[in-house]
């Protein structure tokens, strides 16, 4: 079953904060996440492991919360560079179950 | 440029056709995954490889679908008899473990388009 992210779409102004999140109705063990630009192929950003400490890249961090089965994605002082849309993938054995994709529009 | 290639970038095809795609993992990644993405959607798992061994198949992987990785090294997606339905953006992923978990690494990806 794939995780379910939310929102579906965030538009900011460059500066801006937002944070992105990943739900799972089955037990997560960890949480990777990747960046979609338009026409690109997903790039890795980094990956959460239950028990595990908050993760970075650049200005952007995460978290997981076991009791909430859920992750959550923060960009911080978002920049134009960080548009794209944000998938978040939960392995199950060896294969992975993205989500839908959290659309992120930064303006100027 | 992840350091994953994939060929063609773009393919089109007549319905009934049959294509093959061609991934180049990096080579020092034990694992290779496929995926397909359709617009709008994230993607969607297909199979994947470890070494030359191929561990898991999505049950979306119809028989006309057929993957190989011969050598565990590049690997080869053939659809047979193609359909409209078909058409999609199909990737692959080349992973290694780091840590407790694969990190998976992305190529541009093969668009196919069945007319």
């Known amino acids: 079953q794939q995780p379910v992210q939310s929102p579906q779409a965030v538009i900011l102004r460059e500066g801006e904060d937002a944070v992105i999140n990943c739900s799972s109705s089955?037990?997560?063990?960890?949480v990777h996440w990747y960046r979609q630009k338009h026409g690109e192929a997903p790039v890795f950003l980094m990956i959460l492991l239950k028990g595990g400490e908050q993760m970075r890249h650049e200005k952007i961090s995460a978290s997981f919360n076991e009791k909430k089965q859920q992750s959550s994605l923060y960009l911080t002082a978002s920049q134009l560079s960080y548009s794209g849309t944000y998938f978040c993938?939960?392995?199950?054995?060896?294969?992975?179950?993205f989500g839908a994709g959290t659309r992120l529009t930064v303006k100027p | 440029d992840t350091g994953v290639s994939q060929n063609p970038r773009h393919k089109i095809t007549k319905r009934g056709q049959n294509v093959t795609f061609r991934c180049d993992p990096i080579?020092?990644?034990?694992?290779l995954y496929w995926y397909r993405q359709t617009l709008g959607q994230g993607p969607e798992f297909l199979t994947y490889f470890q070494n030359e061994a191929q561990l898991e198949k999505s049950r979306l992987l119809s028989d006309r679908f057929s993957a190989e990785r011969p050598k565990g090294s590049f690997s080869t997606l053939e659809i047979q008899r193609t359909e409209q339905g078909d058409s999609a953006m199909y990737l692959c992923?080349?992973?290694?473990?780091?840590?407790?978990?694969?990190?998976?690494?992305f190529g541009p990806g093969t668009r196919l388009t069945v007319t």
């Open positions: 993938g939960s392995p199950s054995r060896g294969d992975m179950r």
């Open positions: 080579s020092e990644h034990n694992r």
């Open positions: 992923a080349s992973g290694y473990r780091g840590g407790l978990s694969y990190e998976q690494y």
């Open positions: 089955k037990a997560l063990y960890s």
